[in-house]
């Protein structure tokens, strides 16, 4: 079976990338935005998955389980930096991903696990490993090691029986703790207690043993029991039996492993891998090298290591029915459409208007998101003015503006804050209005200027917003916008400076995502 682990680790560093899990395909679509005119072209990469022979593919949501025990963080020793938080930062990433494509798969709570892991016909076997346990470890602060090894090793028994790993992995760490140190203590057996701090460190990795606390020989065995754990978490991955018994108990089409190990320089490396229930079989992993672990980092790459895994839950099309040129978007892609509806006014207008008056128009906006924080986006906007309230502007006029810039968000459950700065061109049409105030009520006439003076104009702009997400592809989007203008400057005449500038607007609209 060529995606089986081998004994040499050869399947595991041959399957390593974006091509290992299937044969993949980057197929380049070039997607034009036309919008008010010809504003932005944006050039999106999506990626298409030709299937393996046998692709994993069900009628309904794959159920996928994460494996509570296994899915760990392997800092270095020396390595202060590590965020606590930081280790949850790559089940976080799996988990949002998982969430956000409720039509892939369905996730299996944690919670769900381990009650499946503690039911109520296992509580006598469970009852009497405890038993054990405590006297063991009595035993062994008593100094009666031959009786504590015999004691705990019932334990460690029964508990293995009721994988009791998966359901409070520190308590169980601390047992084979005790344990491995009642056999380096007797000093007959150092096979045994390799196998227990092994399994110590799978479970706890982020357990530190320090010298002066712990006697040394037991530390350095430890760190040895340590080493030899991430090789072969490298060479050979997780036990197939762990994946087998999760997905049997909780009924799961699949079961996800991840780790993150340490690199030979100062980088890490991070693993995903899945147990097929129905291929009985890992498949090959998918791993990233990080040049640093920070819950960010980790989260980031789960999920792109999880968007691999994706496309092959789905099937191939049936060519006796031929391909569809139509596909579903699943609104997981890069980019996104936006149309508006805007309300604004400028703050700064020239004389001799004297309040604010408001515009109404439309827009469209195209968005590339390129990680989860960043994004860049291009819009179009039209708005026609109302009159003036004291009458001084003859007729309405219609103002153009194009943006580009940068999008920073943050996402807060189904909504997303962001704000964005942008390069602002805008044109002005040209004008006319009364110079006597006494013509005002005869129309004007005779008694008109023709301002034209803005048909260029440069400024930046500042937008918050916020964007409140329907469904994965469909979100409903408010935001606030007001720019500065810096081209043209302010240009003195007979009636003082004319100035327009400060429009100050009120957005709202959807968001389509592809």
């Not at 081998?6 to 899990?21: I, T, W």
């Not at 703050?347 to 008056?357: G, M, Q």
């Not at 005002?440 to 918050?464: K, V």
Request: one cysteine or more; aromatic letters at 10%; glycine letters at 8%.
């Amino acid at each position: 079976d060529p995606h089986s682990f081998e004994p040499d680790g050869s399947a595991l560093r041959r399957s390593v990338g974006p091509e290992s899990l299937c044969e993949r395909g980057g197929t380049p679509v070039w997607m034009l935005l036309l919008t008010g005119g010809l504003v932005c072209l944006a050039i999106v990469i999506a990626p298409s998955a030709p299937m393996s022979a046998q692709p994993l593919s069900v009628e309904r949501p794959v159920k996928l389980a994460i494996a509570p025990s296994s899915f760990q963080v392997y800092s270095r020793l020396d390595d202060e930096t590590l965020e606590p938080e930081a280790r949850q930062g790559y089940y976080q990433g799996v988990e949002r991903y998982v969430g956000r494509h409720a039509d892939i798969f369905e996730l299996v709570d944690r919670e769900e696990i381990r009650s499946q892991f503690l039911r109520a016909d296992d509580s006598d076997v469970l009852g009497v490993a405890r038993e054990w346990a405590e006297m063991g470890i009595r035993n062994y602060k008593d100094l009666r090691t031959d009786e504590a090894i015999d004691q705990l090793e019932k334990a460690i028994e029964r508990f293995d029986r009721l994988h009791y790993g998966l359901v409070n992995p520190k308590r169980m760490a601390d047992i084979l703790l005790y344990l491995a140190r009642a056999y380096l203590d007797r000093g007959d057996n150092e096979a045994r207690p390799l196998v227990l701090m092994k399994r110590l460190v799978r479970l706890a990795p982020s357990r530190v043993l320090r010298k002066g606390y712990v006697p040394d020989r037991v530390v350095d065995f430890y760190r040895s029991a340590r080493q030899d754990l991430l090789r072969d978490l490298r060479r050979n991955g997780p036990a197939l039996a762990r994946g087998r018994a999760i997905a049997d108990r909780t009924g799961s089409d699949v079961v996800l492993f991840g780790y993150v190990l340490p690199h030979e320089d100062d980088r890490y490396e991070a693993f995903l891998l899945l147990y097929s229930r129905e291929q009985d079989r890992l498949l090959p992993p998918e791993s990233m090298t990080l040049d640093s672990v920070t819950t960010r980092t980790l989260r980031q790459s789960a999920s792109r290591m999880m968007s691999r895994y994706a496309p092959c839950f789905y099937a191939p099309p049936d060519r006796d029915r031929g391909v569809q040129t139509v596909v579903q978007s699943r609104g997981d892609g890069p980019f996104s459409l936006q149309l508006k509806f805007l309300y604004g006014s400028f703050l700064k207008f020239p004389a001799p208007i004297e309040r604010a008056f408001g515009h109404l128009g439309f827009g469209s906006a195209g968005h590339l998101q390129l990680t989860e924080e960043f994004g860049i986006g291009l819009e179009f906007q039209v708005l026609n003015s109302f009159r003036d309230y004291d009458g001084w502007l003859v007729d309405d006029f219609s103002t153009f503006r194009g943006f580009m810039g940068p999008d920073l968000s943050i996402e807060l459950g189904d909504f997303n804050l962001g704000a964005r700065v942008a390069l602002e061109a805008a044109s002005v049409s040209a004008f006319q209005v009364c110079t006597q105030v006494d013509a005002i009520p005869f129309g004007c006439r005779g008694a008109r200027e023709t301002i034209d003076d803005f048909t260029f104009m440069l400024g930046l702009n500042l937008r918050p917003r916020v964007r409140y997400e329907i469904v994965r592809a469909f979100a409903l989007t408010a935001s606030t916008g007001i720019t500065y203008y810096f081209v043209p400057l302010a240009t003195p005449g007979e009636r003082g400076n004319r100035e327009l500038s400060f429009p100050l607007t009120g957005e709202i609209g959807v968001q389509y995502r592809f």
